[in-house]
């Protein structure tokens, strides 16, 4: 059985002084960061409502009209493109948008080919689900549309709107094929060329598909990464240390990247030489750090997120715990 194989099954079962007289601010930092927070936060608004004024202007323009739907009568497209809907750190505000400003762009729907009276998604899932949970009709083109059509339009989308990262892609590529779709047809959808899109597809066929759906979509993990972790899973034997690693409740806490991070450790590290050597938990509960050994050599990870600044804490008095440690060890001799 090949390690993809064996991997399958395991996861399918800073301050200035204050003007003279002048009272000083509770916080000039925070003040001047959130200053420029709310004008970073008015250019992405002012980005995305320039965006979606072209969209809707140019779907005036093929002369398509706007209508209401129930969106229980829409059904999802066929081929997925995006991995963990759990994972996705803008939806909330999404929802927030759309109940205080309304929806902005509709979405494109197309009779469904199955079932009269229902219809299915080209693009616009995001907003469909924020709809949803919003429990509001959603505006929509009725657009008629060959699977092809379906296709690019869904990929192009995403990329007009927020980018798929790398295995997204890979993923949303593989499965076209896998559906029968001609490589040009997906190499419209995904804007790429022909090398690109081999890559994409070589990637994808390699990784378990089961465990970068648990990974997610890792925005900050391009190909080359991607292509070592494939590389890394081929040649180990880190079956087990992997579906340990995404049983873990430090796993299912952190964000995409993390978790990336977290499974390519674990399958580059060599397993004839590197045991875990177990975790640190505070007396809070916090688990907050790792400790590996690796033949004569013991690493500690300390989590910054959960300890912030305690390593460098212990690297500072490293002196100190030496000295205390050999007086222990003396007084252990004497006895």
């Known amino acids: ?14 301050t200035a002084p204050a003007p003279a007289g002048a009272s000083p601010a509770k916080n000039p930092d925070r003040v001047r960061s959130g200053a420029i927070g709310a004008m970073g936060t008015s250019l992405q608004e002012l980005t995305q409502g320039a965006r979606a004024a072209a969209k809707l202007q140019e779907q005036l323009l093929t002369g398509d009209h706007v209508v209401s739907l129930d969106p229980a009568l829409i059904d999802p497209s066929p081929i997925a493109d995006r991995l963990s809907a759990d994972l996705d750190p803008g939806f909330d505000e999404l929802v927030s948008s759309i109940e205080r400003h309304g929806q902005q762009v509709p979405i494109l729907v197309r009779p469904s080919p199955a079932t009269e009276g229902r219809f299915q998604i080209a693009y616009g899932r995001r907003r469909l689900r924020a709809l949803v949970r919003l429990n509001r009709p959603v505006k929509a083109i009725v657009r008629d549309l060959s699977d ?80 070592a972790l494939t590389e890394a899973i081929d040649k180990s034997k880190a079956t087990t240390k992997v579906e340990e690693v995404v049983a873990s409740d430090s796993f299912r806490a952190a964000d995409s990247d993390a978790r990336f991070n977290m499974v390519f450790t674990a399958t580059t590290l060599s397993p004839e030489r590197s045991t875990k050597g177990g975790a640190w938990t505070t007396p809070e509960g916090r688990r907050a750090a790792l400790i590996e050994r690796r033949g004569s050599h013991t690493a500690i990870t300390f989590d910054e997120k959960r300890v912030p600044a305690f390593a460098a804490f212990v690297a500072a008095r490293l002196d100190a715990l030496y000295s205390e440690f050999a007086k222990d060890e003396g007084d252990q001799g004497r006895k």
């Open 1 to 14: 059985m090949s390690r993809k194989d064996a991997l399958n099954s395991l996861f399918l079962a800073k």
């Open 148 to 227: 092809d059509e379906v296709v690019v339009a869904q990929g192009r989308e995403n990329l007009d709107r927020a980018d798929l990262s790398f295995i997204e892609k890979a993923l949303f590529a593989k499965r076209l094929e896998d559906a029968g779709y001609e490589r040009s047809v997906i190499m419209s959808a995904l804007s790429t060329d022909k090398s690109d899109l081999s890559r994409y597809i070589s990637i994808a066929r390699r990784i378990p598909e089961e465990l970068a759906r648990q990974i997610g979509p890792a925005a900050k993990v391009g190909r080359a990464r991607w292509h």
